[in-house]
């Protein structure tokens, strides 16, 4: 009898024919919930969002004692300001702020006099040494997109935000069968011609570092029932199915007629070598692989070709961590005395992997949960300057890091949904992720100049003409290097407690109530400075005004949680925290986006999905946006 191999498949050829069939039958992952506590390892199945505000509630960052800034406001080294007990009180690191004070002293900078009063020979701005409601994470940001691998600090991460449970990718099961009439146990005594059955333990190690639950079956010898009976079993208890041995053409190899029996036979024979018998099919949805009995063809096939398709089930691949070599774009100082740890977000801008140092806070987790990766300053060293090479050990993998598009600029929760419709999105091909830092409008405009970021978000009002970016483009950009996006119309506000308890009706109540500001160089702030002048109103003259916080979200964090009276930033935020909205201007807000960036596919990936349906219909659940002509570029003339 001649024996013949099906076909001789080139391998993409093959992994992209069972691929087609696969999701024709409707193969997917699964998803379960279970306790975050015992999610490390997993893989979140859909976007997760903070539940509560870390910290929930103003914390002391310092051990000393709390005061009214106002009492130490002319303090210096010539006129100390001196405190009674009660106008004081002594707290420890991690206390609640007590109620009426506004700051912390640290206690080495009090000087305890003989008569039970202290001295303080400096002065401290409201709220210096407190830890922010939010500081660490707001309700209602996004912790992690969907398809994240949960890390230690991400278990960390999700609980700070009061997230309990976590909708993870259930780990597949893949059942591994054993065939054929020589194959024995390992262990037993053995005759002249039998052979250790051992493939089944390198098989499930693999499976087991692939993030897959092995389920090794009985050795079954090559009957065409038994082995119709037990891959009828296998199909129906597991999520894959991988059969040793009996793929090839002898006279006791039944692989590919038993799923040609029970399923469907997609490729038998695959041109490399070793490896060339393997079998690829699929029973219903059950991917179904029949892989050659020698244990170097058998690896070879687990590698290039099962792992493939485990992954589509777990979201996860396997990749080991090299330094990699990175320009850090911004100055990240150190004392001297320590070797010290900077996480930072990286990203490929122009040929180049750059580095952004990120928030080195103690208690900011969601920090380590997203970065890219570290560099260390060593010891006796002041720091790293901005543009410095430094070596970067990636705690994502080095490809994540080279598909990654660094966005910076002006804070609004859309682009947390643009990149997680950039990761859902992607299908097979490896997702564009995205890195962002919040630096403020202002703040884009320098680093899309420095070459520093591929876009990043704008909301500049020309308070001359009323008209929003353009100027600024022209301004900056006098000889080209930038292009403006047009991204979305969102409505600006004043953020205020439910009820609106103090009847603020507009700008002009806010020297009569606690304000809660963002930073320098941000659009809002730009914005309110513009307002606070038509209304002859000194920013002096508003409390609160230099309590900054670097997103719209931590303002309606403050807000909900009655440190502040009202602040200004968008209706998304205030929508999530249910605050009331008072509707003050619309604004556009855009991308400015480096011309040398624009042909990039990873751009080209971004406006895409600025563009589609689905992300229209994510700001509609969010509130407060109108889209026009979103995804366009704008004139500059």
């Not at 353009?470 to 969102?490: D, E, Q, T, W």
Request: glycine share 8%.
């Amino acid at each position: 009898m001649k024996y013949e191999y099906l076909s001789n498949t080139p391998l993409p050829e093959a992994i992209g024919k069972l691929s087609a069939s696969l999701d024709e039958a409707g193969f997917t992952y699964k998803t379960e919930k279970i306790r975050v506590t015992q999610a490390n390892g997993r893989v979140l199945a859909r976007a997760h969002y903070a539940q509560r505000s870390s910290p929930h509630y103003l914390s002391c960052a310092m051990d000393g004692i709390a005061i009214r800034s106002e009492l130490i406001r002319s303090a210096n080294e010539s006129h100390p300001a001196v405190l009674r007990k009660e106008d004081y009180t002594m707290v420890d690191t991690g206390d609640p702020l007590p109620s009426g004070t506004d700051c912390v002293v640290m206690i080495e900078q009090v000087v305890e006099n003989e008569d039970g009063t202290v001295s303080l020979y400096s002065s401290a701005p409201p709220w210096s040494n407190v830890r922010q409601i939010g500081e660490d994470i707001s309700m209602g940001d996004m912790i992690a997109p969907s398809f994240t691998k949960v890390t230690p600090s991400l278990v960390g991460a999700l609980l700070a935000g009061g997230v309990l449970e976590a909708e993870v990718i259930r780990k597949p099961s893949v059942a591994i069968i054993p065939t054929g009439d020589e194959i024995v146990s390992p262990d037993s005594d053995l005759k002249d011609g039998d052979i250790p059955e051992y493939n089944s333990a390198i098989f499930s190690s693999m499976l087991s570092d692939w993030g897959a639950s092995p389920c090794v079956f009985p050795i079954t010898r090559d009957d065409p029932s038994l082995l119709t009976d037990t891959v009828r079993e296998a199909a129906n208890k597991c999520d894959v199915v991988i059969m040793i041995a009996g793929s090839s053409a002898g006279r006791d190899d039944y692989t590919s007629s038993v799923l040609s029996r029970l399923g469907t036979l997609v490729v038998h024979g695959i041109s490399i070598k070793p490896g060339k018998p393997a079998i690829l099919g699929h029973i219903g949805t059950v991917p179904f692989f029949g892989v050659p009995g020698y244990p170097v063809s058998g690896i070879l096939v687990m590698e290039k070709i099962v792992k493939h398709f485990i992954g589509k089930l777990t979201r996860l691949t396997v990749e080991e961590p090299e330094e990699m070599e990175v320009v850090s774009i911004r100055k990240a100082p150190s004392s001297l005395k320590y070797e010290e740890y900077i996480r930072c977000q990286a990203a490929e801008a122009n040929g180049t992997v750059v580095a952004v140092p990120m928030s080195r806070g103690a208690g900011i987790v969601t920090g380590f949960a997203k970065a890219s990766g570290i560099f260390v300053i060593p010891q006796n060293c002041e720091g790293v300057e901005a543009g410095e090479k430094v070596l970067m050990k990636p705690l994502k993998r080095p490809s994540d890091i080279r598909n990654t598009l660094c966005v910076t600029g002006s804070h609004d929760p859309l682009i947390d949904e643009i990149a997680d419709l950039l990761i859902r999105e992607a299908g097979d091909q490896p997702p564009v992720l995205i890195s962002s830092s919040h630096v403020g409008s202002m703040g884009a405009i320098s680093s899309v100049r420095n070459k520093e970021a591929h876009l990043g978000g704008i909301h500049l009002l020309d308070t001359e003409t009323g008209e929003y970016n353009l100027s600024y483009v022209r301004k900056y950009f006098p000889k080209g290097g930038a292009v403006l996006l047009r991204g979305v119309i969102r409505q600006q506000g004043l953020m205020l407690p439910k009820g609106n308890p103090l009847s603020i009706k507009g700008i002009a109540d806010l020297p009569r109530v606690s304000y809660v500001n963002r930073q320098k160089g941000a659009g809002t702030r730009i914005l309110l400075d513009f307002l606070l002048q038509k209304e002859g109103i000194r920013p002096d003259d508003v409390y609160g005004y230099t309590k900054e916080e670097y997103t719209h979200t931590a303002v309606a964090a403050a807000i909900a949680s009655g440190t502040a009276d009202c602040g200004m930033g968008i209706y998304s935020a205030a929508n999530t925290y249910g605050l009331d909205f008072l509707h003050l201007w619309d604004e556009q807000y855009d991308f400015l986006v480096a011309e040398s960036a624009f042909e990039d596919p990873r751009l080209k990936a971004f406006i895409e999905v600025l563009r589609s349906d689905a992300f229209r219909q994510r700001l509609e659940q969010m509130g407060g946006y109108s889209l026009v002509d979103t995804g366009t570029i704008v004139p500059l003339t």
